[in-house]
C-alpha cells in the first residue's frame, strides 16, 4: 500500500525561476516516512492558480517519487521532468491533498487483529446480546457478545455472532451449546448489571457456570431449557432457526440466527402505554477496546421526517449548501420542512424585521441561531433574502 499526502506547501524563487517546494510523509506497506520538502518547476500561468489553494492540476498530477541510494540524499525527482536514473527505483503515485481522514486500509494487507480493531473501533456503539446457553448434559453457559441486533420482527428474529477467536481459532462454548440444542435466550444488558455481565465474559473452563462466578441469578424459562438472567430487564427465549457459518479462520464469525417464542418484560421499564422507556431500560453498549456506552447519559431525540415530504436540502440556494457556518445538521433540518417560504413572505420579513444589505456570514449566523431555536422557516428566510 502507497500514498503521499501534503502536510505544507509554499512558492519559492531562485534564479529567476519560481519552484513548488511540497512537503509531505510517503506512506508504504502502512509505515510513514517523512522526508525533505522537493521542488517542482512553476510555468508563469501556475503561479496565479496558486494564490487561493492548492490547484485541481497539482492535486491531479501523476508523479514519481524514486527511493535515494542513501539517507542523507532527499527524495525526489518529479515525472513532470522527465528525469529518471537507473540506480534509482520509482513508484509511480498519484498526489492528494494531506487529510487526517486520508488513511486507506486493504483488508488483505494488515493482520486480522488490526482490522478487527478498527472495525469495532468504527461500529459503534453496539447492542450486547447476554446469550445464555446449556450444553448436551445440562451445564449452564453465560456470555456476552456486541456483534448483535434485531432483523425482523414477523417472524421475530434476532442473531449475534460469537466469532472464532483470533489469537487461536478457536471457538466460544455458546456457539458449540447452540449447535448442540437449538436454544438460546438473549438477556438485554442495562447499566446495573454491566460488570457482572463483563465478569462472565472471562474465559472460564468448558462447564462451569457463569451465573454463578458472575453473582447472578438464573430464572427459569417457559419455553427453552437455558435459563434467563433474572436481573435483566427484558429477556427473549429463543429457537436457534439456523447457524452460518462466515469462514474457518480466526476472527471469522458464526451467525446465529434466533427466532424469539417467549419475551420476558419487567414492570420498571415501562410506561403509561405499556412500552419500554428508553430512560427506564438504562442500556449499555459496547464501543471500542475497554468502552462502554450508557444510553441514558448519551440519548437525544432527532424527530421522524414528515409524513408528506420535505423540501430537501436542494431546495437551499447555493451559499447556505456550501455554508462553513451551517452544519450538515442544520441543513438537514432546513431540508425537513414542508415548504419553502414565498417571495412575498421574504420581502415582508425582510421589511419586518428591517434586514438591509445583510453580508452572507451574517444571514447565516442569524440562520444558525435560529435553527437552534427550533425556528425553521425564519432561518430559511434570512437565508433566501
Not at 506547501?9 to 509505515?31: D, H, I, M, Q, S
Not at 441514558?296 to 430537501?312: I, Q, R, S
Request: glycine letters at 6%.
Amino acid at each position: 500500500m502507497v500514498g503521499w499526502f501534503l502536510q505544507s506547501w509554499k512558492v519559492k524563487k531562485k534564479a529567476g525561476n519560481f519552484f513548488l517546494c511540497l512537503k509531505g510523509r510517503f506512506l508504504l506497506n502502512l509505515k510513514w516516512l517523512n522526508f525533505v520538502p522537493v521542488p517542482m518547476r512553476l510555468c508563469r500561468d501556475h503561479l496565479g492558480q496558486l494564490s487561493t489553494g492548492l490547484p485541481k492540476w497539482l492535486r491531479n498530477m501523476s508523479f514519481c517519487f524514486q527511493a535515494p541510494p542513501s539517507k542523507n540524499l532527499p527524495f525526489g525527482v518529479f515525472h513532470h521532468f522527465k528525469k529518471h536514473y537507473s540506480e534509482f527505483y520509482s513508484i509511480n503515485l498519484t498526489f492528494v491533498p494531506y487529510q487526517k481522514n486520508a488513511l486507506k486500509l486493504n483488508p488483505k494487507d494488515i493482520e486480522t487483529a488490526q482490522l478487527h480493531s478498527i472495525m469495532l473501533g468504527a461500529v459503534q456503539p453496539r447492542p450486547i446480546a447476554f446469550a445464555s446457553t446449556i450444553d448436551a448434559n445440562g451445564k449452564v453457559n453465560l456470555s456476552p457478545y456486541s456483534f448483535f441486533n434485531v432483523f425482523s420482527a414477523n417472524p421475530p428474529v434476532m442473531i449475534f455472532s460469537p466469532a472464532r477467536r483470533v489469537r487461536d481459532n478457536s471457538v466460544k462454548h455458546t456457539l458449540l451449546n447452540a449447535q448442540a440444542t437449538g436454544e438460546v435466550v438473549i438477556n438485554i444488558v442495562n447499566y446495573d448489571i454491566v460488570q457482572q455481565m463483563s465478569l462472565s465474559s472471562t474465559e472460564y473452563g468448558e462447564g462451569v457456570n457463569e451465573f454463578e462466578k458472575a453473582g447472578l441469578t438464573e430464572a427459569k424459562s417457559d419455553i427453552v431449557a437455558p435459563p434467563r438472567v433474572a436481573e435483566s430487564p427484558v429477556q427473549f427465549e429463543c429457537k436457534v432457526k439456523e447457524i452460518v457459518e462466515l469462514g474457518q479462520e480466526g476472527g471469522a464469525g458464526n451467525l446465529i440466527i434466533c427466532e424469539v417464542v417467549m419475551v420476558h418484560v419487567n414492570d420498571n421499564v415501562l410506561d403509561e402505554y405499556n412500552k419500554i422507556d428508553p430512560f427506564k431500560i438504562d442500556t449499555v453498549a459496547r464501543m471500542g477496546g475497554n468502552w462502554y456506552c450508557r444510553s441514558k447519559d448519551a440519548m437525544f431525540e432527532v424527530p421522524k421526517p414528515l409524513a408528506t415530504l420535505g423540501v430537501g436540502v436542494d431546495a437551499l440556494p447555493e451559499h447556505a449548501r456550501k455554508s462553513d457556518i451551517l452544519t450538515g445538521n442544520d441543513l438537514g433540518k432546513l431540508g425537513n420542512v414542508e415548504r419553502v417560504p414565498e417571495q412575498e413572505e421574504v420581502v415582508a420579513f425582510a421589511k419586518a424585521e428591517q434586514l438591509f444589505n445583510l453580508s452572507t456570514t451574517d444571514k447565516h449566523n442569524r440562520a444558525k441561531e435560529l435553527i437552534a431555536k427550533g425556528e425553521l422557516l425564519a432561518a430559511w428566510n434570512y437565508l433566501l433574502l
